[in-house]
Nanobody, 125 residues
Framework: QVQLVESGGGLVQAGDSLRLSCAAS????????MAWFRRTPGKEREFVAA????????YYADSVKGRFTISRDNAKNTVYLQMNSLKPEDTGVYYC??????????????????WGQGTQVTVSS
């Protein structure tokens, strides 16, 4: 059974940093895309960042570019999201997602086959 388990969320102040982790079990995803999405108040689930294929090509939403960094440790089957210079508008539930087969990069939630349960990030002003 495939599981994605997020951790690392919490309550921080604007300007602080957090690192989210997503530990995968049941299969490996090192040659596929893994991504972070978030659901912020009043919005649908939106793309945050993705890391794809063996070379680790990365993609970011414009709203987080330069502040967030996605990375992966294939030995641990874990993907990370380092979030710096956090803003109140980054508040939301952050979800880890993985593609179950080789595909092109996708920023749409429908392009992912596996999802974690989410971790809350709250940034106070």
């Amino acid at each position: 059974q495939v599981q994605l388990v997020e951790s690392g969320g919490g309550l921080v102040q604007a300007g602080d940093s957090l690192r989210l982790s997503c530990a995968a079990s049941g299969r490996t995803f090192s040659t596929y895309c893994m991504a972070w999405f978030r659901r912020t108040p009043g919005k649908e689930r939106e793309f945050v960042a993705a890391i794809c294929w063996s070379g680790g090509t990365t993609y970011y939403a414009d709203s987080v570019k330069g502040r967030f960094t996605i990375s992966r440790d294939n030995a641990k089957n874990t993907v990370y999201l380092q979030m710096n210079s956090l803003k109140p508008e980054d508040t939301g539930v952050y979800y880890c997602a993985a593609q179950g087969r080789w595909r092109t990069y996708d920023s749409d939630p429908g392009g992912y086959d596996y999802w974690g349960q989410g971790t809350q990030v709250t940034v106070s002003s």
